[in-house]
Antibody, heavy 120, light 107 residues
Framework: EVQLVESGGGLVQPGGSLRLSCAAS????????MHWVRQTPGKGLVWVAL????????YYADSVKGRFTISRDNTKDTLYLQMNSLRVEDTAVYYC?????????????WGQGTLVTVSS | EIVLTQSPGTLSLSPGERATLSCRAS???????LAWYQQKPGQAPRLLIY???RRASGIPDRFSGSGSGTDFTLTISGLEPEDFAIYYC?????????FGGGTKVET
């Protein structure tokens, strides 16, 4: 059974940093692209970042480019999102997600999400 | 960036009725890379349809997708009580991947 479990969310001040983790199980992690998607409470879904199975290729939404870094440790079956220079508007539930098959989308499996609150 | 515009914002229907949700793209979608998701309060999104018209595993056949180019439709042929939720379209043909703003189907 595919499982994705996010952790690392919490309260952080504007300008601060946070690292999210997503522990994956039930599939061959290093063969799948992986995503981060976020959702401000009560609002819609926003794609954040994407990383190839071997970690060599990444893509970012313009709103996080230069501040967030997606990475993965395929020896630990874990996906990461390093978030720096956090802004109030980064407040959201952050989901990690895995595509249906070998390409980069769409996302068939989702974690339960971890809440990041950026506030002073 | 491809902007996806969903309409209507809210659809008020009764169980058993047919729901027709629209998703319009600001430019043509690469290949057939358009998906639909369902989301209920407090839950992660659930993939319903991908590649415009392919149902994800376990999705009932009352859900169907259609369209091409810039205009896409999700149809729910007869609403069940569990179908009242928010629906999002997504294009995954080109980065940045983008979602529509959502359509809420309410009773």
């Amino acid at each position: 059974e595919v499982q994705l479990v996010e952790s690392g969310g919490g309260l952080v001040q504007p300008g601060g940093s946070l690292r999210l983790s997503c522990a994956a199980s039930g599939f061959t992690f290093n063969t799948y692209w992986m995503h981060w998607v976020r959702q401000t409470p009560g609002k819609g879904l926003v794609w954040v970042a994407l990383i190839k199975g071997d970690g060599t290729t990444t893509y970012y939404a313009d709103s996080v480019k230069g501040r967030f870094t997606i990475s993965r440790d395929n020896t630990k079956d874990t996906l990461y999102l390093q978030m720096n220079s956090l802004r109030v508007e980064d407040t959201a539930v952050y989901y990690c997600a895995r595509p249906v098959s070998g390409g980069w989308g769409p996302n068939h499996y989702w974690g339960q999400g971890t809440l990041v609150t950026v506030s002073s | 960036e491809i902007v996806l515009t969903q309409s209507p914002g809210t659809l008020s229907l009764s169980p058993g009725e047919r729901a027709t949700l629209s998703c319009r793209a600001s430019q043509g979608i690469s290949h057939t890379y358009l998906a639909w998701y369902q989301q209920k309060p407090g839950q992660a999104p659930r993939l319903l349809i991908y590649d415009i018209s392919r149902r994800a595993s376990g999705i009932p056949d009352r859900f169907s997708g259609s369209g091409s180019g810039t205009d896409f439709t999700l149809t729910i042929s007869g609403l069940e009580p569990e179908d009242f939720a928010i629906y999002y379209c997504q294009q995954y043909g080109i980065s940045p991947l983008t979602f529509g703003g959502g359509t809420k189907v309410e009773t």
